[in-house]
């Protein structure tokens, strides 16, 4: 019973990623592949990977602070001391991706 239970609360939020990926997905295919093999962990997978980033721009920037700490240190440091337009397109870049 306690399976039912667990499965019917989930059910929406698969298939609810589902159409997202086939509305939104340009590899379409390879998420809804990994959406049906992997089932729960893939949709988990496919909302933290492509659904949060989509919509919540705020929180790729901040983990980007967080996971590329020492990398951004160090260009903000040649950027200031050489001020090149490229230091700071790639500093930009790295904020970004």
Known sequence: MFELGVALLVLPFWVWMFIDCSQY???????????????IPG???????????????GITYRTNRLLHHQQLRQLKAVAK????????????RLYVT
């Open 25 to 39: 997905e340009y590899h379409r295919v390879n998420w809804s592949l990994a959406l049906i093999l992997l089932n």
């Open 43 to 57: 949709a988990v997978l496919y909302f933290g990977m492509r659904w949060l980033p989509r919509h919540f721009k």
């Open 81 to 92: 001391r050489q001020g090149r337009p490229i230091h700071y397109i790639e500093l930009g």
